[in-house]
T-cell receptor, first 118, second 114 residues
Framework: DSGVTQTPKHLITATGQRVTLRCSPR?????VYWYQQSLDQGLQFLIQ???????AKGNILERFSAQQFPDLHSELNLSSLELGDSALYFC?????????????????FGPGTRLTVL | AQKITQTQPGMFVQEKEAVTLDCTYD???????LFWYKQPSSGEMIFLIY??????QNATEGRYSLNFQKARKSANLVISASQLGDSAMYFC???????????FGQGTRLTINP
């Protein structure tokens, strides 16, 4: 158990709908990362938040948005869903934002949310 | 841009044998970190081992060790005395200093046969 929790575990919805994925980081971790894992794209970084602020953006679609709340949990919002959005969405957390020693900033992953768009 | 290459889509190994999973990386940044994660069929991503680009010694964590060859830009994972529970997907990932994201390879599916 990594200490990162994600809800729900599974989500089945229809095209055009909107869903919210939730993540609680490990106790004490200030950084939250979102990744998407799909068969064709592999594991892709979406976005990172540190202590409530957006820090880095990756291959995140404009239909997707995220935020990190004062209690440090994060939500990933996916709207106008398409069939191609079906994937496993991971949240990861780490202790800090910038780092001097690489090894002290390992990202620990949650169990993921499997999204199926029908 | 960083790129991680895992050339073995699948590997089959007998239980109790050692196995090496290959990973090569491409970055021009002198400071970076290399990570290996395990993804069992249940789907979660489990952190296994880390190697920093300036580390003088190869990293070890229990049955896992990392064969780090900096000049060749390779960071192969070695699992000693393999067990049935080692059957999973294994991902190599890299992160350059100052960047936030992990860049992952395509993964290697390891199957341990009894």
């Amino acid at each position: 158990d990594s200490g990162v929790t994600q809800t729900p575990k599974h989500l089945i919805t229809a095209t055009g709908q909107r869903v919210t994925l939730r993540c609680s980081p490990r106790s004490g971790d200030l950084s939250v990362y979102w990744y998407q894992q799909s068969l064709d794209q592999g594991l892709q970084f979406l976005i990172q938040y540190y202590n409530g602020e957006e820090r880095a953006k990756g291959n995140i679609l404009e239909r997707f948005s995220a935020q990190q709340f004062p209690d440090l949990h994060s939500e990933l919002n996916l709207s106008s869903l398409e069939l191609g959005d079906s994937a496993l969405y991971f949240c990861a957390s780490s202790a800090r934002d910038h780092y001097r020693k690489m090894g002290t900033d390992t990202q620990y992953f949650g169990p993921g949310t499997r999204l199926t768009v029908l | 841009a960083q790129k991680i290459t895992q050339t073995q889509p699948g590997m089959f190994v007998q239980e109790k044998e050692a196995v090496t999973l290959d990973c090569t990386y491409d970055t021009s940044d002198p400071s970076y970190g290399l990570f290996w994660y395990k993804q069992p069929s249940s789907g979660e991503m489990i952190f296994l081992i880390y190697q920093g680009s300036y580390d003088q010694q190869n990293a070890t964590e229990g049955r896992y060790s990392l064969n780090f060859q900096k000049a060749r830009k390779s960071a192969n994972l070695v699992i000693s005395a393999s067990q049935l529970g080692d059957s999973a997907m294994y991902f190599c990932a890299a992160r350059i200093q100052g960047a936030q994201k992990l860049v992952f390879g395509q993964g290697t599916r390891l199957t341990i046969n009894p």
